[in-house]
């Protein structure tokens, strides 16, 4: 802004009149040619003309991101007294047409033209003024140009190369931008990417080869803070390669007498593909043996049978032959002879689980040709001959078990043999916690001759969201009931996406910004420390005086850029507080100036920080201004409210690790503890919608002390010298302190409190779930409404109704709803509960550790972490379970009274049709004796939860299979708790 003032003038005094002039009228008498007519000051006088001496403008600068883009500012002309100038038009002249235009006068509008920097010269008479021009276009839409749905052999290349088109919000297309193509999982490989935009915006990559597998691919073309382009295309299966062997080889069988199963090839392409319709002959080759059927072709699943296939009549190997034109014939061998007989059984006591040898005659010479029970359980063979076979025990109870082998069609004498399993005896509210593979395949549940209950979580170990596990959950032999669950997580997770709220848009976007800022921190903490030395400590000094209110200052807008220093934000201070200055971006469409009940809203963020939210980050988590000496030094921590940050599109708000650092490490540091926020769009009411100053702070006030939680959590970790906590945690704990800050300042409840759902008279739980109730919003005027920990027992819901699908690791493929923030808080409260001294103790130390992910909560809890996992899954369901009074503290939450909370929560009226049970979490139901109970996609971190009940009156065992019977993913843990 500039503009020419009138210079201070001395009083005029006419005596005759016995008044003073103005000094403006002075000046209008010293400016005059002719002075005064008659004596004193009594005479008449001439006006000198006014003119256009000054400019006051709306702003100096404007930034726009797309062509066609428009944004105005307004020019006031002054006289040379200070005085507006309305008839005075300004004359406007742009620097670079080509860049952008400007039209209109006292109101301006500025067009986008193309890229790059323009100046917008005024003028009006005499005085002169600029505004400074930027058009940058920002990518806001991708979509496929060419290439999509096309068909190609597996594991060959597309024909046409992917393209993909970058326009901004105006469809301008974008050039110089890099596109990131990627393949979908089992999709195959893209070569080329990333690629840059050209003129028209398009970006091509090299080549899309497709996965070797048949079906719809897919790839995609991104660009950060854009929309995406989907392709597909559908691979088909190549031409036949080879014949395989599909089943009946190795068999056994009695003379003359045909083999158990018919042997089969399956006719594959060079991916082993199945390929249909080939015609396979087969032919006996030695033996004398016969064979009908011996034409066939191959089927959907490229399977071809002969139709029987009966042994010679004398005992020895008899040889078939499958053949098909231009592929290598395979051969299959039989052996005609007798039943097999068990002679021996070692070792001579067995345990689950560990290895078994049978000695004997007329076994079948290879493992799948022998089937081998231990009382009645079948076990993995795992070595074959003729005389001998080693397998591994299968879990069976404790007691005498006969032992057979089953081979061509023939079952063996019965050897007995005693079995020795691991027995687990729980008293009812005891639990029982496997750390280790080999402690879980198979466990014993002691006999207690009347009802029991066990609730039986098992887990996996894995520590990847996209590791999916598969198991049955077996119970004692016999012939087991149909209890099965099969779960098809590929839909679920389609189903999940395509629901997904805008708030998990938000945490998914701010899981990804955290992510690259563990990366940015890195490279910073390597950078800064290369820079050490006296240019560096010299910059390690205070840039600014604590601001005051009104007070203007030009920030770096630094999501995601060490380097571009061209994007500004202008900001003035609307509270400044003892610990808090709030800044709010001058170009916010909703402004405090003209809605007082936002002006209200941001000051009473500044005062909740300054009470209380700065104090539970420091004292419970590690002081966010740790090193502010270093950076600028005015203990404070400023959250710069912008609409910049909804621009981003789908984060609510964020902090940087490149504000710990100075401008000579990254160069748009703000240098600080800043928080950058996003802000309402709208004036109006409406408590759940941020897009109103209401709802905005209904919703705000978690999220500040989330992020400051960040602040102090970068802050240790950087004067540590070590890289950022991993991702999961630090949001897991971020939600801790939306916690504690509303146990501590809003509900005021203490750690370990058993607390409820409440009613509105209590200011709990009841009033974060019903933030429009009176009673609540007198109860704290000052910080109510607030969701306090509405989205911790709220958003936690996806976990508790399928535990095998949400992973404590982040969202997995074509996921979407961030659900392991809410998990992951979970675990830490069930943790500090459990294993910590008081909430600081605990969450103090996981900050200021030099470890990350679980071997920093591991080592904080001072427990492995796959039994502080197990005891979780148990605690889960189990707390505060019914007639469950005696339960050890592994069994419980004892900050948090899980079934009252969601029993109410299901009574609500405003919450039932969310909550439609008790109880969220519904475990397949099973009863003692025989059963099967199999899981599909078991999560790395995740469980699936059972529930054995009935009448104890026999031993139970409990083991854990493949799903096809043989040995289980060594990722896989059990939990038991006796529940009743």
């Keep these: ?92 002249l742009s620097s670079s047409p080509a860049v952008a235009t400007v039209s209109g006068g006292a109101s301006a509008i500025v067009t986008a033209v193309g890229n790059g920097n323009a100046t917008i010269s005024i003028a009006a008479g005499a005085a002169r003024a600029s505004v400074s021009v930027t058009v940058a276009q920002v990518a806001a839409t991708v979509t496929a140009a060419a290439g999509n749905n096309q068909t190609a052999l597996v594991g060959s290349a597309v024909p046409i190369a992917l393209a993909a088109r970058v326009a901004d919000r105006t469809d ?49 073309a991104t660009v950060s803070g854009a929309s995406f382009a989907a392709f597909n295309a559908t691979a088909v299966v190549g031409p036949a390669a080879s014949l395989v062997v599909s089943a009946g080889n190795n068999q056994l069988a009695s003379l003359s007498s045909p083999v158990a199963v018919a042997p089969s090839v399956r006719v594959v392409d060079a991916f082993a593909n199945p390929v249909a319709d080939v015609t396979v002959t087969f032919a006996v080759a030695s033996g004398g043996g016969s064979a009908t059927g011996t034409s066939a072709i191959s089927n959907s699943a490229g399977i071809a049978s002969v139709g029987g296939w009966v042994m010679g009549a004398e005992p020895g190997i008899n040889t078939l032959v499958a053949s098909s034109a231009g592929l290598a014939p395979v051969t299959f061998s039989a052996s005609a002879g007798l039943a097999p007989v068990v002679s021996a059984v070692s070792p001579g006591t067995l ?41 591994t025990v299968p879990c069976t109870t404790s007691g005498a078990a006969s032992v057979t082998v089953t081979a061509g069609g023939f079952t063996s004498n019965a050897a007995a043999a005693p079995v020795a399993a691991t027995t687990r005896a729980l008293a009812v509210g005891q639990a029982f916690i496997a750390t280790s593979s080999s402690a879980s395949l198979c466990n ?104 005051s209110v009104g007070d203007r200052r ?98 609510a708000a964020y902090v940087t690790s490149a504000d710990q650092y100075p401008r000579t490490t990254c160069a748009t540091s703000n240098f600080g503890e800043f928080f950058y926020g996003s802000v309402p769009t709208q004036a109006g009411s409406n408590l759940e919608s941020t897009a109103n100053p209401e709802g905005w702070y209904n919703f705000m006030g978690r999220t500040v002390v989330h992020e400051v939680k960040h602040i102090a959590s970068m802050a240790a970790r950087v004067a540590n010298g070590v890289s950022f906590e991993q991702s999961w945690l630090e949001e897991g704990t971020a939600r801790q302190a939306e916690e504690v800050w509303a146990r501590q300042a809003l509900h005021h409840a203490a750690w370990k409190g058993n607390h409820g759902y409440g009613v509105a008279s209590g200011n709990g739980l009841y009033c974060d779930f019903n933030p429009s109730n009176p009673v609540c919003l007198a109860n704290d005027p000052l910080r109510r409404p607030s969701y306090g920990v509405r989205r911790q027992f709220n958003e936690i819901r996806p976990k508790l109704l399928e535990p095998w699908n949400w992973s404590l690791f982040g969202d997995g493929a074509e996921q979407s709803g961030s659900v392991f923030y809410q998990t992951v808080w979970s675990l830490v409260r069930y943790a500090i509960d459990l294993y910590g001294t008081s909430d600081a103790a605990f969450l103090s130390t996981l900050t200021n550790a030099t470890s990350s992910g679980i071997t920093n909560l591991a080592s904080t809890a001072g427990v492995p972490f796959a039994e502080l996992l197990g005891g979780w899954t148990l605690a ?45 979490i519904a475990p397949t139901a099973l009863t003692f004796g025989a059963f099967s109970a199999q899981q599909t996609g078991l999560r790395g971190g995740a469980n699936a939860y059972f529930e054995i009940s009935g009448s104890a009156a026999a031993a139970q065992a409990i083991g854990i299979r493949s799903l096809t019977g043989g040995t289980p993913s060594g990722l896989l843990r059990i939990a038991i708790a006796r529940l009743q």
């Design 444 to 547: 014993e549940l002691p006999a207690t001759g009347g009802t029991a209950r066990y609730l039986v979580s098992i887990f996996s170990a894995s520590t990847s969201a996209n590791s999916l596990v598969d198991f049955a959950l077996t119970g004692n032999a016999g012939a087991a009931s149909a209890q099965l669950r099969v779960i098809a997580p590929q839909r679920m997770r389609a189903a999940i996406a395509a629901g997904e709220t805008a708030t998990a848009r938000q945490d998914r976007e701010h899981w990804s910004h955290l992510e690259a800022e563990r990366a940015l921190g890195d490279a910073l903490r390597v950078r800064a420390q290369a820079e050490r030395g006296a240019a560096r400590q010299r910059a390690l000094t205070a840039l600014t005086e604590p601001p």
């Design 172 to 220: 301008h297309p974008v050039p110089n931008v890099s596109v990131t193509f990627t393949a979908g999982i089992g999709s195959g490989t893209i070569t080329g990417s990333p690629a840059l935009t050209d003129a028209q915006g398009v970006a091509t990559v090299g080549a899309w080869t497709l996965g070797t597998t048949p079906g719809v691919k897919s790839a995609a």
């Design 1 to 92: 802004m500039t503009e020419a003032s009138p210079p201070t003038m001395p009083r005029v005094c006419c005596p005759s009149l016995r008044f003073a002039c103005s000094a403006r009228r002075a000046l209008q008498v010293i400016a005059v040619a002719g002075v005064l007519v008659g004596s004193g000051c009594g005479g008449g006088e001439s006006t000198p003309p006014l003119v256009a001496s000054g400019l006051e403008l709306s702003t100096n600068s404007l930034s726009l991101d797309a062509i066609g883009a428009t944004q105005s500012f307004t020019v006031v002309v002054r006289d040379q007294h200070g005085a507006s100038m309305p008839s005075a038009v300004p004359t406007l």
């Design 351 to 391: 345990i689950p689980g560990s290895t078994m040898t049978v000695t004997g005659s007329g076994f079948a010479p290879t493992t799948a040709g022998n089937v081998l029970r231990v009382g009645g359980q079948t076990a993995v063979v795992t070595g074959a001959a003729p005389t001998q076979l080693t397998a």
């Design 554 to 651: 030009v920030f770096y807008w630094n999501y995601g850029s060490c380097t571009d220093t061209t994007r500004l934000v202008t900001a003035r201070v609307l509270y400044a507080g003892t610990r808090a200055i709030i800044w709010e971006d001058t170009s916010n469409a909703v402004l405090a100036a003209a809605n007082a009940t936002l002006a209200d809203r941001y000051r009473r963020i500044g005062q909740v920080f300054d009470l209380d939210q700065y104090d539970v980050v420091r004292t419970t988590f590690g002081d966010p201004l740790r090193r502010d000496a270093l950076t600028d030094n005015d203990a404070r921590v400023h959250m710069l409210f912008t609409h910049r940050v909804n621009e981003i599109g789908s984060v």
């Design 876 to 920: 889960l369901f189990a707390d505060d379970y019914p007639g469950l009074t005696a339960a050890g503290n592994v069994l419980k939450f004892q900050t948090w009274n899980l079934r009252d909370i969601y029993g109410a929560l299901n009574a609500d009226p405003a919450w039932t049709s969310r909550f439609p049970t008790p109880y969220p």
